[in-house]
C-alpha cells in the first residue's frame, strides 16, 4: 500500500474483477492492499473503522453478544460508516475495500504494544463473530475455503449415518435440529478445546463439529493469524521510511472518536462553585481522584496539574476561572501568592494558547491517560482502572457506593483490559 499527498487515482473494475477481489463480506484479512491511496483517506478509514471496533465494544457490554438487540444495533452501526456486512447486496465492492484497508491500517497502529494488540484482536474477532452469524449457510463453505481453512460440510447421507454418534458427542443438540445444521469434518487438531471438553465425534483424525461449535474453531484460527501477523507488524514497522505515516499511526492508536468536548462548545458553561457536586456526581474516576487528592493536599505534581487541568478546561473552566481555581488551591497549602504567579500561571495560560506557541491544547484522550505517562509515587493521574491495584481498586469503588454486584462487574472488565468500557460502566452505575 503506497500514499500520496493529494488525490488518488481510482482503479477501475469490471463487475467480476470486483466480485474476485471480494468475494465476501468478511474474511481472514491474509493478503495486504496494493493500491495507491491518499494520506486524506487513510486517515479517514482508519478513524471510521475505530469509531466501529469500539463500537463493538461498548455493545459487548451493554448487551449479550447475538442478541437481537445486540445484532441490530451493531449492523446499524456498519450501515451508518459504509461497511461491507451482507452478502447479496448491491454495489458492496467499495465497503468491503474499505473494510479490507482499514483494517491493515490499523494492523499498523495497533501493533505498537501488548495491550493494544489485545484490544485490537478482541474487537476484530467480535466483528467476524457477528458477520459470521449473519453470513447465508450457502456461502459458508466458500468462505472457509477462501480463508485457507480445511472444514468441509458433510453430505446428508453421511450425516445420517454418524447422527447417534454426533448426538451423543453434543450436549445441546438433539435429533430434529441436527437434521437443521450442518456438521464439518475438520483436523482433529483443530478442534482440541471441544476435544478437551469431550464436546465433539472422532473418527479417524477428523472430528465431526456442529455449525453452532465451527464458530469457536473458526476465531481461534483467526485470533491465532492475526496475533502472529501483529507480531510480525510490530518487528517491521520502525523499517517504514514514510515519515508522514508514524505521526498519523500514534495519532490512531491514542484518539477519541466520540462527541467533540473541545473548549470553545463549553466556555464559561460551568461555575467555580459547582466542581466539588461534579466531581462526585459527573466526574470520571481518573478526575474525580485528582480532584479529592487536590483538595486534600492542596497541591498537585506536573502530571495530575496537566491532566486535571486540561479537562476542566475542557468542561467549561475559562482561563480566568482556572486561574482563580488554582491559585485559591495552592495558597491555601501555604504557598505564597507571588511564588504561584512566578511558578504555575504560566503554564495555566501556556495550556490555554495565551504563551509560547500559543497551540490551544485539549483535554487528554482515555488512550493517553492509560498509555503514557503512568504514575510514580505520590501521584495521582493516570487511569485508576489501568494503574491502581485491584484491591486499592475495589475500595475506592466501595467507598463510591458502587453495588458488590456493580464492582464485581467492573473489576472483571479491567481483569480483562477493558478500562474504558469498566469506565463507561462505572457511568451508568453512579447514574443508574
Request: proline letters at 4%.
Amino acid at each position: 500500500m503506497q500514499f500520496s499527498g493529494g488525490n488518488r487515482r481510482k482503479l477501475r473494475l469490471a463487475g467480476d474483477q470486483k466480485s474476485a477481489c471480494y468475494p465476501h463480506s468478511l474474511q481472514f484479512y491474509l493478503e495486504p492492499p496494493s493500491e495507491n491511496i491518499s494520506l486524506i483517506e487513510f486517515e479517514n478509514m482508519a478513524i471510521d473503522r475505530l469509531k466501529l471496533l469500539k463500537t463493538v465494544e461498548n455493545l459487548g457490554v451493554s448487551y449479550v453478544k447475538g442478541t437481537e438487540q445486540y445484532q441490530s444495533k451493531l449492523e446499524a452501526e456498519i450501515r451508518k460508516l459504509k461497511f461491507s456486512y451482507r452478502e447479496n447486496l448491491e454495489d458492496e465492492y467499495e465497503p468491503r475495500r474499505k473494510d479490507h484497508i482499514s483494517h491493515f491500517i490499523l494492523r499498523l497502529a495497533y501493533c505498537q504494544s501488548e495491550d493494544l494488540r489485545r484490544w485490537f484482536i478482541q474487537q476484530e474477532m467480535d466483528l467476524l463473530r457477528f458477520r459470521f452469524s449473519i453470513l447465508p449457510k450457502d456461502k459458508i463453505q466458500n468462505f472457509l475455503k477462501d480463508s485457507h481453512l480445511q472444514f468441509e460440510a458433510i453430505s446428508d447421507e453421511e450425516k445420517n449415518h454418524r447422527e447417534q454418534d454426533i448426538i451423543a458427542s453434543s450436549l445441546s443438540l438433539s435429533g430434529t435440529q441436527l437434521g437443521l445444521e450442518s456438521v464439518y469434518k475438520i483436523p482433529f487438531t483443530d478442534a482440541l478445546d471441544l476435544f478437551r471438553g469431550r464436546r465433539v465425534y472422532l473418527e479417524d483424525g477428523f472430528a465431526y463439529v456442529p455449525l453452532k461449535d465451527i464458530v469457536a474453531i473458526i476465531l481461534n484460527e483467526f485470533r491465532a493469524k492475526l496475533s502472529k501477523a501483529l507480531a510480525l507488524t510490530a518487528r517491521t514497522l520502525p523499517a517504514v521510511s514514510d515519515e508522514r505515516l508514524q505521526p498519523l499511526l500514534n495519532h490512531l492508536s491514542h484518539s477519541y472518536t466520540g462527541q467533540d468536548f473541545s473548549v470553545q462548545g463549553n466556555a464559561g458553561k460551568i461555575s467555580l462553585d459547582q466542581i466539588d457536586s461534579l466531581s462526585i456526581t459527573s466526574f470520571p474516576p481518573c478526575m474525580r481522584q485528582l480532584h479529592k487528592a487536590l483538595r486534600e493536599n492542596h497541591h498537585l505534581r506536573h502530571g495530575g496539574r496537566m491532566q486535571y487541568g486540561l479537562f476542566l478546561k475542557g468542561i467549561g473552566l475559562t482561563l480566568e476561572q482556572a486561574l482563580q481555581f488554582w491559585k485559591r488551591e495552592f495558597i491555601r497549602g501555604k504557598m505564597d501568592p507571588d511564588k504561584f504567579d512566578r511558578g504555575y500561571s504560566y503554564n495555566i495560560r501556556h495550556s490555554f494558547g495565551k504563551e509560547g506557541k500559543r497551540t490551544d491544547y485539549t483535554p487528554y484522550s482515555c488512550m493517553k491517560i492509560i498509555l503514557t505517562n503512568p504514575p510514580g509515587q505520590g501521584d495521582y493521574h493516570g487511569c485508576p482502572f489501568r494503574h491502581s491495584d485491584p484491591e486499592l481498586l475495589k475500595q475506592k469503588l466501595q467507598s463510591y457506593k458502587i453495588s458488590p454486584q456493580g464492582i464485581s462487574q467492573i473489576l472483571d472488565l479491567v481483569k480483562g483490559t477493558h478500562y474504558q468500557v469498566a469506565c463507561q460502566k462505572y457511568f451508568e452505575m453512579i447514574h443508574n
